[in-house]
């Protein structure tokens, strides 16, 4: 098992593979954090409830999920939401 395990190794230094990064889930403050960016502006329900689902299994996708939405979203469509 060794020489394999030594095989692979090799082999994935001359193809020059990146380890693979293991998910990781939001906390409850990062879930927040989301949540936060997200609702700044006016956004249908329905995505922040799929960011919130998507980050209890993968944090970096549920951001990228909300970078991708807001980024697709055109501002001036946008409704600021100011607290009191």
Sequence with gaps: MTDTTMLDNRINKQINFEPLEATVAATEEESIILAEKLTHVAIPLQVL????????YDKAAAFCYADKYLKNTRKSKWVIIKAA
């Design 49 to 56: 409830l799929q960011a919130l689902n998507i980050a209890k």
